[in-house]
């Protein structure tokens, strides 16, 4: 089968590779879509931490925002999931330590990250083993494009949860990428007030669709405050930001992260009785994702400017925008077109 292989830094290659064979416990997907994520990029630069500590190293096949069909099954899993449709977790758990038991297997010490982490391969291929307990069934009316952003919808599902957001509550949320745009629809969905700050006016525009009250390159001042300020950059300066405008009593929910570390004054998270939350994974919003696009409450498909196939993958990576494409920042891979 075709995969996509990052084997250096900003160094790749369309392979042909050894289709997977499922082991006990274990399914075959045909993957029909797969987004590409920002941590994908991380690791083609090779500036993604996990590279340097020994969590990942090169070659590797990237992708985890995917969905598919299951078309082969090991041992002790029902065949009757053949020909099903899921979306998939990327955090893989042992599932027996008191992470996994607790409900908490995306944190799991040993766990495989699916395209990123201890070398399990990813689903910017035709093909993916993943063990069946972590696959979640999409409902039929879900399309292919839309199964591939419920995985990043989850992250966005669990921001919004971490900021309580619902009816009075005024959020603000620095950045109107793929995520930050995905915050915001949730956290409408719920009842809150969005307002959003970002740098690029294409996407700033498409913060106004979604439904942001305002959205602009700088901050606006509201009516009693912020009661919740959500960081979805890459900017290691934004966080210390957000603990001066965060009003006393609120929330800070964090999901971007830059490739350096990001400084704030604890002594001002005291004084200011601050919440600040850190959301590593969508895994827990899986289901909740689902139900929310499901239900006509969020609908992700905004986001996406372009399909493209796996012979256009490096150009992305390497910062081409694909010809013809829209202006939704998230582009998506379809692995059957060579």
């Not at 620095?174 to 995905?182: A, D, E, N, V």
């Not at 007030?193 to 305002?214: C, N, Q, R, Y």
């Not at 001002?268 to 919003?285: H, R």
Request: proline share 5%.
């Amino acid at each position: 089968m075709k995969a996509f292989v990052v084997t250096a830094p900003k160094t790749f290659e369309l392979q042909d590779v050894a289709p997977p064979i499922a082991s006990a416990g274990e399914v075959i997907v045909r993957v029909n879509r797969v987004g590409i994520c920002g941590t994908d990029v991380e690791i083609f630069n090779g500036s993604m931490p996990y590279l340097h500590d020994g969590q990942a190293k090169y070659p590797m096949r990237l992708g985890h925002e995917w969905t598919g069909a299951v078309i082969s099954v090991g041992a002790g899993v029902d065949a009757k999931l053949i020909g099903r449709r899921f979306i998939g977790d990327v955090m893989l758990g042992c599932g027996k330590c008191k992470r996994c038991t607790t409900g908490r297997q995306h944190t799991c010490a040993t766990r495989f990250e699916v395209g990123i982490r201890n070398g399990w391969s990813g689903a910017l291929a035709e093909q993916l083993a993943i063990p069946a307990r972590f696959l979640h069934e999409i409902p039929e009316s879900f399309d292919d494009t839309i199964g591939a952003l419920v995985e990043p919808a989850a992250n966005a599902w669990r921001v919004a949860d971490a900021a309580q957001a619902g009816p009075g509550k005024q959020i603000l949320i620095w950045g109107t990428g793929t995520i930050g745009l995905m915050c915001a629809q949730f956290c409408i969905a719920m009842g809150a007030t969005v307002h959003m700050v970002g740098k690029d006016p294409v996407t700033i525009k498409l913060a106004i669709e979604v439904g942001a009250k305002s959205a602009g390159e700088k901050m606006i001042e509201v009516d009693g405050g912020y009661d919740v300020v959500i960081d979805a950059t890459f900017d290691r300066e934004v966080p210390a930001k957000l603990v001066d405008l965060v009003e006393p009593g609120g929330r800070i929910v964090l999901i971007g992260l830059d490739n350096n570390s990001a400084l704030i004054d604890s002594r001002k998270l005291v004084f200011k009785d601050i919440t600040t939350i850190g959301i590593l994974s969508g895994s827990p919003g899986l289901p909740h994702s689902i139900d929310f696009i499901k239900s006509g409450r969020v609908d992700p498909r905004i986001v996406v400017g372009a399909t493209i196939g796996l012979d256009e993958v490096g150009d992305v990576f390497l910062g081409k925008r694909p010809a013809g494409a829209g202006v939704g920042p998230k582009i998506l891979v379809n692995p059957s077109i060579l």
